[in-house]
């Protein structure tokens, strides 16, 4: 099945966004076999919940819709979205993959867009085709300096940076209990 799975990615994608795909599919496979403990499981719930929170205090902002104009590419592909125009891999780090899998993430909420790959393999022209849990962390707590002002403008800045604060401190945990269990593990030699 997953040969299958593999060639069928290949077909429908440009090449970079295949291989990228793949190898976050391979990744996160690994992560749902993974055996957390639970407060591992809750320290990434609670990032998942975090993100939701900034989305929802973020709301609609026009700061993103045309920041990729005129930038070099792959961040001036697009009109918006010049912060999403990173490598996959970079920003679905080892934790990132570890916390979609534990709070919910399946293979099947990896979607990709068709489009030109132009940065992260999620990133389509005018939006990204992952559902907010489902992005890593580092997408929901990332905001430019022209998003920042449009959000102090609008009186959400105060109440965006302590809820990033709260996003990067049970971030932080969830790393520490992942590198613990993973030590653990190591020590304790193949079962």
């Given at each position: 099945?997953?040969a299958?799975?593999?060639l069928?990615?290949?077909?429908?994608q440009?090449?970079?966004?295949?291989d990228?795909?793949v190898?976050?599919?391979?990744?996160?496979?690994?992560?749902?076999?993974?055996?957390?403990s639970?407060d591992?499981?809750?320290?990434?719930s609670?990032?998942?919940?975090?993100?939701r929170a900034?989305?929802?205090?973020?709301?609609?902002?026009?700061?993103c819709?045309g920041?990729?104009?005129?930038?070099?590419l792959?961040?001036?592909?697009?009109?918006?979205?010049?912060?999403?125009?990173?490598?996959?891999?970079?920003?679905f780090?080892?934790?990132?993959?570890?916390?979609?899998?534990?709070?919910?993430?399946?293979?099947?909420d990896?979607?990709?867009?068709?489009?030109?790959?132009?940065g992260?393999?999620f990133?389509?022209?005018?939006?990204?085709?992952?559902?907010?849990?489902?992005?890593?962390?580092?997408c929901?707590?990332?905001?430019?300096t022209?998003?920042?002002h449009?959000?102090f403008?609008?009186?959400?800045?105060?109440g965006?940076e302590q809820?990033?604060?709260?996003?990067?401190?049970?971030?932080?945990?969830?790393?520490?209990?992942?590198?613990?269990?993973?030590?653990d593990?190591l020590?304790?030699?193949?079962?």
């Open positions: 099945m997953i299958i799975e593999r069928l990615i290949r077909l429908r440009p090449r970079t966004r295949a990228e795909l190898a976050l599919r391979d990744r996160l496979r690994r992560e749902l076999r993974a055996k957390p639970a591992e499981r809750a320290a990434a609670e990032v998942r919940r975090l993100k900034l989305a929802d205090a973020t709301g609609a902002v026009s700061a819709s920041c990729g104009t005129g930038m070099p792959p961040g001036g592909a697009f009109a918006g979205g010049h912060c999403c125009s990173g490598t996959t891999g970079n920003l780090n080892d934790d990132e993959v570890a916390m979609l899998a534990q709070t919910g993430t399946r293979l099947a990896l979607v990709a867009p068709t489009s030109e790959h132009a992260c393999a990133r389509a022209p005018t939006r990204c085709t992952l559902t907010v849990e489902d992005r890593p962390a580092l929901a707590r990332y905001a430019c022209e998003l920042r449009e959000l403008d609008k009186g959400r800045l105060d965006i809820l990033e604060a709260e996003l990067d401190a049970a971030y932080r945990r969830f790393s520490l209990l992942r590198a613990d269990r993973l030590d593990e020590l304790a030699g193949p079962a």
